[in-house]
């Protein structure tokens, strides 16, 4: 059990999960492409001991494979996981009392702990100016904090155990900031701080915020977990830290006495500014807009500090594994609080949020004369009303009767959706409705489109293994390529607006349907590069699902309306780039050639394999 991120890095060292980097390397662009490059690699975790600009280290990569974050737990995480099985199964303590008593156990001797003084730690006042200004990418509006823990506290039941403590990035320099006074703070509109902001704008008042950077790990991954209604983050932080989360108060301010940094600052009625852009995990620059600005009061810095870091971009990234853990650790809460659903999959090559993945159970058969998706409607709903779940673009949900399907195995569950669905019967549309704010493909900031595909019942249908003759050699519409079965890419002209789309699509549809509609290829997916998309599953669950907006991009062969349902015999979908969507994340060259010194040998990477 550690005390702090020091000793925790210095454990990951003694184990051969670390390496330093003695070097000067520049928080401009290299220290993000050398992160990104050992973590391609599957390497180990990064301690910078010469940021240029700062005199603080910085470490990254911790996490950077689901190996390293189970070891970094390995004594507290099968007492997380039992506290966590009984707060999504309360009925499972009642049962067995004597057997789940220690998860209480476990629970109680994790209560945030309150230290007596002012502030017991971090002691040293620093400026914003002095921490590594870490910028991952070239259109990035500045440095950003990616690894933050924001603590608020709600005005109407103030105190710790009531408090929201979340991962929102931290905007430090750059824009219209007035440097070390100013930084930007950019939430999700569902997130908890807006909750809290919402209650302090009605009261008149500003909402004092604290950002949290560093000690324990447990500490980050409380900050991104889905947890259940009642278990405060701060309590999961000492389960995971096997510590209590320790905190005191200074000026107000909730100070953590266990982090290397805290910002604490004021976020005051109707005060915004620029923020962005930001390469996310899309794999695109979520782009400029306006989000709150907070005035900076004062900065913390414990003795020695480290500053945590990490890079994200197209996935996957070192999040991936933030999620592999949280689903590990939380996996069944979903059964739970839906009942009838069996796995939901949030799929990381999309970038999480635009696609999902389910199973569900479908036991309204006895009232139904087929096979057909009925319950399994009802959680789709459900699902898509659920926490981050609601941020989803794309749903596909089945049944299993055998309980063979697994959504992981991603190939096979789209061959076991496409196989079984009707399309004029089991396509489902909500528009005009929010999505991810960092998605791009929709009408506007937070607004697109929904989309479910649901299956159930016997075979229809023998996907194809190759591209159908009727697919081939089409009008502007050329390279086909076999995607996966029942899926072909198309590769079409540069899409210039929706009106020449609808008319471009509008005379394929026709043509396909001249030749004879494909029954064998229900999924055609138009492409700016065919060979990119089918390239491999990964290119095109990203290009495909990053890049349409259900509403306005999915098109369909003999499409029309059947009592305001919409159906097709094929199912079209326009995954070119848009002019309205955000630009991809390029990497600089010159940085990446310049950060090939640190792997050359005698340099500290330059023992690492296959970089």
């Not at 890095?9 to 000067?24: F, S, T």
């Not at 405060?232 to 389960?239: D, L, P, Q």
């Not at 995954?575 to 600089?588: G, I, N, T, W």
Request: hydrophobic share 40%; net charge negative.
């Amino acid at each position: 059990m550690y005390r702090s991120l020091e000793e925790c890095l210095a454990d990951l060292e003694r184990h051969g999960h670390l390496v330093r980097v003695r070097e000067e390397v520049d928080p401009y662009l290299e220290m993000a492409a050398v992160h990104r490059r050992v973590y391609d690699a599957g390497g180990p975790a990064l301690l910078f001991e010469n940021v240029k600009g700062s005199k603080f280290r910085a470490a990254s990569n911790i996490f950077g494979t689901l190996e390293r974050s189970r070891f970094i737990f390995r004594s507290t995480w099968d007492a997380v996981q039992k506290v966590m099985e009984v707060r999504n199964d309360p009925m499972k303590a009642l049962k067995s009392p004597l057997q789940n008593a220690g998860a209480g156990l476990t629970a109680w001797k994790a209560l945030p702990q309150k230290t007596p003084g002012a502030l017991a730690a971090p002691a040293n006042e620093v400026r914003i100016s002095d921490l590594p200004l870490i910028q991952s990418w070239p259109m990035d509006g500045g440095a950003f904090v990616t690894l933050p823990q924001v603590y608020t506290e709600d005005p109407d039941k103030p105190g710790i155990m009531n408090s929201n403590l979340g991962m929102y990035r931290i905007q430090l320099n750059g824009n219209e900031y007035e440097t070390d006074k100013e930084i930007g703070v950019h939430y999700q509109i569902h997130r908890g701080i807006g909750i809290h902001q919402t209650k302090t704008n009605k009261l008149g008042v500003p909402l004092k915020v604290s950002c949290f950077v560093g000690g324990h790990p447990a500490h980050s991954l409380a900050a991104v977990m889905p947890l259940p209604e009642g278990l405060s983050e701060m309590t999961v932080a000492g389960m995971l830290a096997g510590n209590r989360f320790r905190y005191s108060y200074a000026d107000g301010f909730c100070i953590s006495n266990d982090a290397d940094f805290v910002i604490t600052g004021e976020i005051h009625p109707g005060e915004t500014k620029p923020e962005g852009p930001f390469g996310d995990h899309l794999g695109y620059y979520s782009l400029t807009h306006p989000f709150p600005v907070m005035r900076v009061h004062k900065v913390y810095a414990k003795p020695g500090a480290i500053w945590p870091f990490t890079v994200v971009g197209r996935p996957p990234q070192e999040d991936t594994s933030f999620g592999q853990l949280i689903h590990e650790l939380t996996g069944d809460a979903i059964r739970q609080e839906i009942p009838g659903v069996q796995e939901v999959h949030a799929v990381d090559a999309a970038g999480v949020h635009p696609l999902l993945f389910a199973i569900g159970s479908e036991r309204y058969t006895p009232y139904s004369e087929s096979k057909r998706p009925a319950e399994l409607l009802t959680l789709a709903n459900r699902i898509l009303g659920t926490g981050q779940l609601s941020l989803a673009k794309y749903l596909f949900i089945a049944a299993d009767d055998r309980q063979r399907l697994d959504t992981h195995r991603e190939e096979e569950f789209l061959t076991y959706i496409l196989e079984r669905i009707d399309l004029r019967r089991d396509i489902h549309f909500q528009t005009n409705t929010t999505i991810d704010t960092l998605d791009y493909s929709g009408t506007g900031l937070n607004a697109g489109s929904k989309v479910v595909f649901a299956a159930y019942g016997d075979k229809r249908r023998e996907l194809c293994r190759e591209v159908p003759e009727e697919l081939k050699g089409l009008r502007s519409f050329e390279g086909a390529r076999l995607v996966l079965p029942g899926i072909v890419a198309l590769q079409g002209p540069a899409f210039s607006d929706y009106a020449a789309a609808e008319r471009e699509i509008g005379e394929l549809c026709a043509a396909i349907a001249a030749r004879g509609a494909p029954g064998s290829c229900p999924a055609i997916v138009i492409a700016d590069d065919s060979e990119f998309l089918s390239g491999t599953l990964a290119n095109f669950l990203w290009a495909t699902f990053t890049r349409s907006n259900p509403s306005h991009d999915i098109y369909g062969v003999n499409s029309g309306y059947e009592f305001k349902h919409w159906a097709c015999d094929n199912v079209i979908i326009d995954a070119r780039s848009k002019p309205h969507q955000a630009p991809p994340l390029v990497a600089d060259p010159a940085v990446e050639r310049s950060v090939d010194r640190l792997f050359v040998q005698g340099a500290s990477l330059g023992g690492l394999k296959n970089l």
